[in-house]
Nanobody
């Protein structure tokens, strides 16, 4: 089982930027797709962005429509890290952000489905003020 720890959350004004990090430990995650999800109060956890493994071929990224063009997901496998750069932030981006590791190695489908992820971090709060 891999342990995930998110960091970088905080308070930012609308239009501002914030960068999240997720440190993985326990095992190497290079073979697995990784993702960011978020959950606002009273709402279901929703997909934000994912990046597939680049162990065999170039990785690809996938984004929710609501963050496309504003957020960028990236990974640094030698450091076992996942990142999320968030720009042009909006009040509706306010949520607890979670990183997650896909259950199946080398898989690249079902990235937006929480049920396909086996490891989750504890989350980091992001608040965007208007």
């Amino acid at each position: 089982q891999v342990q995930l720890v998110e960091s970088g959350g905080g308070l930012v004004q609308a239009g501002g930027s914030l960068s999240l990090s997720c440190a993985a430990s326990g095992r190497t995650v290079s073979r697995y797709a990784m993702a960011w999800f978020r959950q606002a109060p009273g709402k279901d956890r929703e997909f934000v962005a994912a990046v597939t493994s680049n162990a065999w071929s170039s990785s690809r990224t996938d984004y929710a429509d609501s963050v496309k063009g504003r957020f960028t997901i990236s990974r640094d496998d030698p450091k076992n890290q996942l990142y999320l750069q968030m720009n042009s932030m909006r009040p509706e981006d306010t949520a607890v952000y979670y990183c997650a590791v896909l259950r199946t190695p080398y898989a690249s489908r079902g990235l937006a489905d929480t049920r396909n992820y086996s490891s989750w971090g504890q989350g980091t709060q992001v608040t965007v003020s208007s």
